[in-house]
């Protein structure tokens, strides 16, 4: 049974950092697209960023250069490094996988399996 479990969630202040992991069990995601995810209130999920063993990588525009996604196989772990945090970036955040490739957008039907989320609140 797959399981993605999201976590590293909490409260900064806007410049601050957050560095957010997901542990995936039930497969290996060295097989599967792995993408984040986020969801402000009010508003639709949208995808953030996207990776893959075949070595794409995607972001939104929106975070470009100021995070970064990384996967540990070993661990069979997906990291979000935020840096430069935004009062604009609070959401849920959510982990995502899905089998082969990933695509060049990280469009939310695409995926599969889907984590519980944890809350990113950045204060201004």
């Known amino acids: 049974q797959v399981q993605l479990v999201e976590s590293g969630g909490g409260s900064v202040q806007a410049g601050g950092s957050l560095r957010l992991s997901c542990a995936a069990s039930?497969?290996?995601?060295?097989?599967?697209?792995m993408g984040w995810f986020r969801q402000a209130p009010g508003k639709e999920r949208e995808g953030v960023a996207s990776i893959d063993s075949y070595g794409s990588i995607n972001y939104v525009e929106s975070v470009k250069g100021r995070f970064t996604i990384s996967a540990d196989n070993a661990k069979n772990t997906l990291y979000l490094q935020m840096n430069s945090l935004k009062p604009e970036d609070t959401a849920m955040y959510y982990c995502?996988?899905?089998?082969?490739?990933?695509?060049?957008?990280?469009?939310?039907?695409?995926?599969?399996?889907w984590g519980q989320g944890t809350q990113v609140t950045v204060s201004s």
């Open positions: 039930g497969y290996t995601i060295a097989s599967y697209c």
């Open positions: 995502a996988a899905r089998p082969g490739f990933c695509y060049d957008y990280p469009y939310e039907y695409d995926y599969n399996y």
